[in-house]
Nanobody, 115 residues
Framework: QVQLVESGGGLVQPGGSLRLSCAAS????????LYWHRQAPGKQRELVAT???????NYADSVKGRFAISRDNAKKTVYLQMNSLNPEDTAVYYC?????????WGRGTQVTVSS
């Protein structure tokens, strides 16, 4: 069984930065594609960033050039570096792991961008 635990969220001023982390248990991390999603109040959950097993990355247009996803297989952790944050980035951020057979989700971490 895989468990995912996000951390690093919080309150940040517009223009600021945060780095989210998502630590995984189990032994399939290095074989899995990893994702960051977010869900703002009253909105659907959206895909923000993807990183494959060979570290190819993809981003939503809304975060391209500002966010960076990375992974550390030795630490079983995926990161989301978020720069130039704006109030529209306020949301609960979730990580997802797909091992080719099923998805695993974390419980999320709140990011609030406000002055």
């Amino acid at each position: 069984q895989v468990q995912l635990v996000e951390s690093g969220g919080g309150l940040v001023q517009p223009g600021g930065s945060l780095r989210l982390s998502c630590a995984a248990s189990g032994n399939i991390f290095s074989l899995s594609t990893l994702y960051w999603h977010r869900q703002a109040p009253g909105k659907q959950r959206e895909l923000v960033a993807t990183i494959t097993t060979d570290s190819n990355t993809n981003y939503a247009d809304s975060v391209k050039g500002r966010f960076a996803i990375s992974r550390d297989n030795a630490k079983k952790t995926v990161y989301l570096q978020m720069n130039s944050l704006n109030p529209e980035d306020t949301a609960v951020y979730y990580c997802r792991l797909n091992d080719g057979r099923r998805d695993y989700w974390g419980r999320g971490t709140q990011v609030t961008v406000s002055s």
